[in-house]
């Protein structure tokens, strides 16, 4: 063909390549963008089961220092009441005076 001919070929070709490059690197992109996705939402799925796991160790230690209080609250009533029983101790008032756990 003649020059013109040559030259849209040409125009068509370089153009067809711009579109290639263009859309190999959008793929390239969408690929990265989507690994970043899913890698941010495994660390979110990580980060919040061990939050979970520290509110269970939490909780498992309220319910032991409750329990402790409570122990500890019942061996001073018992210790009062044969100290009481014995007259050794004046009512002075003070029994069973332990702080409670604020929880």
Known sequence: GDGLEQFEEGR?????????ALMAHCRKQLIAHRAEAALWQTERKEL????EMLMQALQTMREALDAETRAHDL???TLHGYTARSG????SGEHGA?????W
């Open 48 to 51: 919040k089961e061990s939050e």
């Open 75 to 77: 061996d001073i009533r």
């Open 12 to 20: 068509f070709g370089s153009i067809r390549e711009a579109y290639d």
């Open 88 to 91: 050794t101790v004046e009512a």
């Open 98 to 102: 332990v702080q409670r756990s604020p």
